[in-house]
């Protein structure tokens, strides 16, 4: 109980102290559920909301560093850049498939 517990105001501390940095690792966590699950399963749905909320956090993490950088600014945005590459290239695959 106590590693939930602590896991839990992890949780909280993390909301309080940087939102915006919060919100994006929700998504990206929910990206990797729903991109994990279309591996499984070939239904499209999960692929195409996993890659959009890849999407949305990669370009959310941008405009984040580009208004208050942080100290590692090149590496957090080269991250950024490159999921947010890699999603477009997806995105680009499954149009063509369909």
Request: avoid cysteine; glycine fraction near 4%; proline fraction near 6%.
């Amino acid at each position: 109980m106590r590693f939930w517990n602590f896991w839990l105001n992890s949780f909280i501390l993390a909301s309080q102290y940087n939102p915006p940095r919060f919100v994006e690792l929700l998504m990206l966590m929910l990206a990797i559920a729903m991109l994990a699950i279309a591996t499984i399963s070939p239904d499209r749905p999960y692929l195409v909301l996993g890659l959009s909320l890849v999407v949305g956090a990669s370009i959310s993490i941008l405009v984040r560093e580009a208004i208050a950088p942080s100290p590692q600014t090149r590496v957090t945005q080269l991250t950024a850049l490159l999921l947010l590459l890699i999603s477009l290239y997806g995105f680009a695959d499954l149009l063509q498939t369909l």
